[in-house]
């Protein structure tokens, strides 16, 4: 059984950063894809960056340049550092993992990410 648990939500004002982590415990031997999803009231949830075993990263365009993933393997731990935040940042961010390319993914609670004035 794998868990994951989002921290480092909260409020902001335009501008400001936060930094998300989600630690994925269980009985895990690797991961083969680490991410974070977010999803706002009233629209679906999408994409924001995933991390691939491998090296290789993706991100939404509207994060592209503000927001950063990375990973500490030995801590089983994924990151999302969040600059320049907008209001249309505001959402649920859900993290996300794959164990196996092949494998079911995991999801976590989610955690508040608000950005007001």
């Known amino acids: 059984q794998v868990q994951l648990v989002e921290s480092g939500g909260g409020s902001v004002q335009p501008g400001g950063s936060l930094r998300l982590s989600c630690v994925v415990s269980g009985s895990i031997s690797s991961i083969y894809r680490m991410g974070w999803y977010r999803q706002a009231p009233g629209k679906q949830r999408e994409l924001v960056a995933t991390d691939t075993s491998g090296g290789s990263k993706n991100y939404a365009d509207s994060v592209k340049d503000r927001f950063t993933i990375s990973r500490e393997n030995a801590k089983n731990t994924v990151y999302l550092q969040m600059n320049s935040l907008k209001p249309e940042d505001t959402a649920v961010y859900y993290c996300?993992?794959?164990?196996?390319?092949?494998?079911?993914?995991?999801w976590g609670q989610g955690t508040q990410v608000t950005v007001s004035s």
């Open positions: 996300n993992v794959n164990l196996m390319s092949w494998g079911r993914p995991y």
